[in-house]
């Protein structure tokens, strides 16, 4: 699911797609180097989970 992040563009994830997506989130914290890295992973997890709650949620991912 990260492989398909653009850092220029945009991606959007559905409830169906964020067990892969928290998966992946997870995976990356237990690598972080930097209390920050782990807050910051921390809620894009605590967001992807209320998301995978709600199939009415969507998570925007938006690049620069």
Known sequence: MLSRVDRYGSLLLTSL?????ITEIDQLRSGAESAEQVA?????GRLARQCGEH?????HLEGD
């Open 17 to 21: 797609d964020m067990p892969q997506f």
């Open 40 to 44: 910051m992973l921390d809620e894009v």
């Open 55 to 59: 199939g009415d949620l969507e998570l």
